[in-house]
């Protein structure tokens, strides 16, 4: 049970929380609640992951494999932006965004919305840079959990890069021979 002094304690840590956070600002609207929050729940999320590989017993290795390196940055790279950019992933993202226009092939550009949580969770799904820390985690705990198919799923997505570097070549050349 709480006391009396509990209730103050409360308003000092939100009044310093609020001051920081002007002081911080100096005037931008840097939403600080909702990166405490997006921090706390990725906290949570590699946590919950830790906790099923160690109770599935998984023994971890000693260091990662250079060719597992590779293949996790590769696939982490691809993920995220289909996740983050991508036209037909554009659904996903819509509660938390707003259509601004395309960006780069089959890519589009879309704003965090301003309101709340939404504009939090909206800065996390459309910035790659961000989301491959989740999908990088992710995988991670694939590759332990299920190594065969993660890796699998992250060769294929690893093939992905190479198919888009090659298109984006080809365009490249076609647009050079014939002046486009």
Do not use: I
């Amino acid at each position: 049970m709480g006391t009396a002094t509990d209730g103050g304690v409360v308003a000092r840590l939100r009044r310093r929380l609020r001051r920081t956070e002007r002081t911080y600002s100096t005037g931008e609207d840097r939403p600080l609640h909702g990166y405490a929050a997006a921090m706390t729940a990725f906290g949570v999320y590699t946590a919950g992951w830790a906790a099923v590989v160690r109770m599935r017993g998984r023994p971890l290795p000693d260091r990662p494999e250079p060719w597992d390196v590779a293949l996790t940055a590769m696939a982490t790279f691809r993920l995220s932006r289909l996740l983050s950019k991508a036209s037909v992933t554009s659904p996903l993202r819509a509660p938390f965004t707003t259509f601004q226009g395309p960006e780069g092939p089959a890519e589009l550009h879309e704003e965090a919305r301003s309101e709340g949580a939404k504009a939090t969770v909206g800065e996390l799904v459309t910035c790659p840079f961000c989301m491959s820390v989740w999908v990088a985690s992710t995988l991670t705990a694939g590759q332990l959990l299920w190594p065969r198919a993660t890796r699998t799923a992250m060769g294929a997505l690893t093939a992905l890069v190479g198919a888009d570097a090659l298109q984006l070549t080809y365009s490249a050349l076609v647009a050079k021979t014939t002046g486009d």
